[in-house]
Nanobody, 122 residues
Framework: QVQLVESGGGLVQAGGSLRLSCAASGRTTYAMGWFRQAPGKEREFVAIISGSGIHTYYADSVKGRFTISRDNVKNTAYLQMNSLKPEDTAIYYC?????????????????WGQGTQVTVSS
């Protein structure tokens, strides 16, 4: 069992930056990633990092602006978000999963945090 707690969300102006953190308890060799859900929209993939931290993958909409990383000593994953846009406004969810996949509902163990709100004003 893995429990995830996100932090770091908030309100920022367009062009600004935020850093989200996801603290994990339990098994930390899982891939970790971030999804987001805006009001009235489906949940969408943002970024994922492999258990070793070697491999990363991003949604086209955030590539070049967001960076995912992890510290396996601290059992924490991060999402550095730069050049934020109003369309980045959403609840951001951290995931930990056995499969390195962008699917919202993959097979195998898949754990989600409670989410943290990110609001980008124009």
């Amino acid at each position: 069992q893995v429990q995830l707690v996100e932090s770091g969300g908030g309100l920022v102006q367009a062009g600004g930056s935020l850093r989200l953190s996801c603290a994990a308890s339990g098994r930390t060799t899982y891939a970790m990633g971030w999804f987001r859900q805006a009001p009235g929209k489906e949940r969408e993939f943002v970024a994922i990092i492999s258990g070793s931290g070697i491999h990363t993958y991003y949604a086209d909409s955030v590539k070049g602006r967001f960076t995912i990383s992890r510290d396996n000593v601290k059992n924490t994953a991060y999402l550095q978000m730069n050049s934020l846009k109003p369309e980045d406004t959403a609840i951001y969810y951290c995931v930990a999963r056995s499969a390195y996949t962008t699917l919202a509902r993959p097979a195998g163990p898949d754990y989600w945090g409670q989410g943290t709100q990110v609001t980008v004003s124009s």
